[in-house]
C-alpha cells in the first residue's frame, strides 16, 4: 500500500485541496456553462489528437527501422530518437517559432508530435521485435502482398501497443504548456495554458477548478480507451526476434524512417549551430560560459553545477520513482492474477488512478502543494526534496507501463514450480522474477531518468534559484539580456543532450533485450 | 513475505535517495535564518548577503517564487501559514491584490525618507518601495540610421503607417511587460480612447507574441537574435545590456512611451520572526543593497542618491515622465482590460 501513500500524499491531496477551494470559491457553474469553455476543451482534444496521429504515422516507421532492420547506424537512431523528449519546451517553441513566425495551428500540433515519435516508436518496437515473423511469413506463402500480410497480420498484432503509445502521447500533447503558449499566443489557447492562467496570474481558482475537472474527464476517457485497447495485448505470437537487412517495398519504409529522423534532427541541428553562432562568426564562448554563471551573474550557480544538480535531482527521482512503480506493479500483477474479481476490478482501477499525475497540471499541483504540506511535519512546501518527489510523480506511471506487462508475463508456473520446490517467496523472488525482469526495470529505469532530466514544468515551479536543474538554468538564462546569456542557454541544451544520449546509450546497452513499452 | 521483500527495496531506495539527495537548508542553529520569498529575477551579490550576516547575525535564505504575478498569489495562498518571513519582489500591478489579502503587516522602515516613501500604496507602510522599473518602447537604432527614418519617439508615432509592421509587443495575458505597455496605453488615452489606438496599432501591423524572450530576443533585430523588427517593448535598461564593443549602445529606450512599476518587499504577517524580518527589509533599503539592484535586476534604486552603474546615465537613464496607474485601478480593471484587449486584438 506504499505506493497509494506516496499517491495519496503528494498527488491525490494536494490536488484535491486546491480544487476544493475552487469548489468553495463558487462560480464553477458559470465557467462549466460558459460556450468558451466548450471552445477551449474542444481545441484541447482536437489538437492533442491530431498531434497524436502525427506521431504514430512518423512513429511506426521509425518502429519497424528499430525493431526489423539490421542495418548501421540503427542503434544510434534509437538513441537519437529520444533526444526531442529532453528539449526544453522553450528551446523547442522557438525553433518552430523561427519556422512558422506567426504561430498558430500546425506548429502547435507538430511540436507537441516532435517531442512525442519516441514514445511510439520505442513502444511499438518493443512489441515489433518479439513478434513471431512467421506468421507474416505463412500469410506472404498463401499469396498475400507484403502490404496486405502488414494490414492483415502485423498490425492487428501492434495494435495494443500502438493504442498504449497513442494514450501516452495524447496525454502528454492534452497537457503541454510551453508549446502552446509560445505557439498559440493567447490566441489558441488549451485547458492546460488557461489553468496555469487562472491559477498564476489571476488567482481565479474557481474557473481553474472548473477547468481541471474538465481535464480531468478528457484524461480518464483517454486511459479508459487504452486499457481496453491494451486487454487485447495477450494475442499477439512471440517469436525469436529477427531484424535482418531489408528488401524490396521494405526499404520505402527505411527511407521514410530516415525523413523522419532526419525531420526531427533538424530542431537538434538548428540548436547545435546557434550554440556556437555569435554575431561575430562562430565562437564557443557559450560552452566556456558554462563554467560561470552568466553575464552579470543570471545563474545563481554555474551551468555545470546545473547539470551536476539535474543528475543529482533525476537520479533521486528515479530511485523513488522505481521503489514506488515497481512496488504498484506487483501489487497490481497480484491483483489481476487473484481469482476474486473484485480483486481485478481493483487492480484494473488502481492501474488508472496511477497514470493520472500525467494528466493533472503542473501548476495544480505546485499550488496544492502550497496550501496542504505545511500540515506535514518538517514543512515540505519549501524544501529542496519536492523536486525529485514532484519528478517521481511525473515518471511513476511511465515505469508502471513499462513494468507492468513484463510482470505480467513471468510464467506463473515457473513461481509455482520453485515453490513446489520449497523456495520462499523472496527466493522465488529473486530467482525467478528479478533475473527474468532486470532488464526491462533497467530500461524503465533509464527512461525515467531520461524524463526526469527534462522534466520542466513541476521543476520550475519547485526548484530552488541555489539548485537549479539544466532545463530550468535554460529558461533563466533565455529571460536575461545579453548575446552571451543567450548562447549559454542553448549552450546549457547541448549539455542536456549530451547527458540524454550518454545515459540513453548506457542504458540500452545494458537493457539490451528489454522492452521500450510504456 | 513477498510484502518483506517490497519494505527491503524500499528502504533501500529510501536510504540511497536520501544519500545523493543534496544538503538543503542544514543552516547552524545559531545563527538566525530570515526566509526572504521573491521572484525569479531577483539577484544579490553573495558578498552583500555575506556581510549583510557578518553585521546583523541574520542569515538570508532566499526563496523564488516565479514572477511578481505567481509570487504575489503564492503569498495569498499561505497566507495563514506563510512560506517566508519577508517578501519582495510584489510590484504595483499586484500589490492591492496583497495588500486587500491582508498578506503583509504594518512596519514603517527607518529608511523609509531616503526615498522610498515617494511610492507609498498604502497609509500603513505595510509595502516598502524598493525598486522601480519603467517599460518602455525600445528600438534598434542602427536600423533607423541604416534606413535614413527617423525612430518614432511617441506612442502616436507607433501607429504611424511609417513604421508599419515594425513593432513587436508582449501578450498582456502572458508577460507582464506586455501588460505593463498595455497599462501604459490605459493611462496615456484614458478608458474612453486607449481601445482606438489599439485598433490603429493592429491596423499598422503590431506582432503579438507570449513572452518577452521572444520579443526581444527572437523577434528583435537589436538584440541576440537579430530578429526582423526593429521596435519592440522591453524596459527602459535594456539598451544597457546591448552596448557594444565601441562602447556605444546598439538600442535605445523611447522615454515618452514608459510605464512605471515599483516593487515592493514587506515582512509577512505571521511570519515566525518579525523583528529580524524587520531588518531584512532596512537591508533592502539600505544604501549598500540599493547599490547592487541596477546591474544585477536591471532596475532603478527607490533610494535617492544611490549611483548608477557607470553609463547608465547616457544609456539607460530613468525616464522623468512615466505613464502610472493608482494601484486600485489596476487591480479593479486589469482582468476587464486584458479581456477587452483580448477581444480587440485577436480578433
Sequence with gaps: MAPIGFLVVFFAWPVVAIIGRGFAAGGLDVVLGDPRTWQLAGFTVGSAAASTVVAVLAGLPVAFLLARVRLPGVGLARTLVLVPFVLPTVVVGLAFRALWPDGGVLPIVLANAFFNVAVVARTVAGLWARLDARTTDAARALGASPWRAFRSVTLPALAPAIASAAAVVFLFCATSFGVVLILGGARYRTLETEIYLRTVDLLDLSGAAALSLIQFAAVVAALVLGGLARRRRDGARIGPRGARRPRGGEWWVVGAAGVVLALLVTPIVALLTESVSTEDGWSLAGYRALTSTGEKGALQVSGWDAALNSLKVAIDATLLAMVVGVLASVVLVALRRSPARAARGLGETMDAVLMLPLGVSAVTVGFGYLVTLDALPGDLRTSPYLVPLAQALVIIPLVVRMVLPVLRSVDVRLRQAASTLGASPLRVWREIDLPLTLRPLVAAAGFGFVVALGEFGATSFLARPTAPTLPVAVATLMARPGELNNQMAYAACALLMLVTVLAVALIDRLGRGGVGEF | ?347
Design chain 2, 1 to 347: 513475505m513477498k510484502r518483506r521483500a517490497a519494505t527491503a527495496i524500499a528502504v533501500v531506495g529510501v536510504v540511497a535517495a536520501g544519500c545523493s539527495l543534496s544538503d538543503g537548508d542544514g543552516g547552524t542553529q545559531q545563527t538566525p535564518t530570515v526566509t526572504l520569498v521573491t521572484h525569479d529575477s531577483f539577484l544579490a551579490p553573495q558578498e552583500v548577503l555575506d556581510a549583510f550576516q557578518k553585521q546583523s547575525g541574520i542569515k538570508v535564505s532566499v526563496l523564488k517564487q516565479g514572477d511578481a504575478g505567481s509570487l504575489t498569489n503564492k503569498l495569498v495562498l499561505t497566507k495563514a501559514n506563510p512560506i517566508g518571513d519577508v517578501a519582495y519582489g510584489v510590484d504595483s500591478t499586484f500589490a492591492s491584490r496583497a495588500l486587500s489579502e491582508g498578506v503583509f503587516e504594518p512596519y514603517t522602515s527607518p529608511e523609509a525618507d531616503r526615498g522610498p516613501q515617494r511610492y507609498a500604496v498604502d497609509p500603513e507602510h505595510r509595502l516598502s518601495a524598493v525598486d522601480v522599473g519603467d517599460v518602455c518602447v525600445n528600438v534598434d537604432t542602427n536600423y533607423f540610421t541604416g534606413k535614413g527614418l527617423p525612430a518614432p519617439e511617441t506612442y502616436d508615432d507607433l501607429a504611424d503607417p511609417k513604421y508599419k509592421d515594425l513593432l513587436v509587443v508582449e501578450d498582456p495575458a502572458t508577460a507582464s511587460p506586455g501588460l505593463a505597455f498595455l497599462l501604459g496605453t490605459i493611462a496615456k488615452y484614458g478608458d474612453a480612447g486607449w481601445k482606438d489606438y489599439w485598433t490603429k496599432l493592429k491596423a499598422n501591423g503590431v506582432q503579438v507574441v507570449s513572452g518577452w524572450e521572444e520579443a526581444y530576443t527572437k523577434q528583435f533585430s537589436g538584440s541576440s537574435g537579430k530578429g526582423p523588427r526593429p521596435i519592440v517593448v522591453s524596459y527602459a535598461s535594456s539598451p544597457a545590456a546591448e552596448v557594444g564593443d565601441d562602447g556605444k549602445p546598439r538600442t535605445k529606450a523611447l522615454l515618452d512611451t514608459c510605464y512605471r512599476q515599483v516593487e515592493y518587499a514587506g515582512v509577512l504577517a505571521g511570519g515566525k520572526q518579525v523583528e529580524n524580518a524587520r531588518k531584512v527589509v532596512d537591508f533592502l533599503l539600505s544604501q549598500q543593497f540599493q547599490a547592487t539592484v541596477a546591474a544585477n535586476m536591471y532596475v532603478y534604486p527607490a533610494r535617492q542618491g544611490v549611483d548608477l552603474p557607470q553609463g547608465w546615465a547616457q544609456v539607460a537613464p530613468l525616464p522623468q515622465k512615466p505613464q502610472t496607474l493608482p494601484a486600485d485601478q489596476v487591480q479593479a480593471g486589469r482582468e476587464k482590460w486584458i479581456g477587452e484587449w483580448r477581444t480587440l486584438v485577436q480578433q
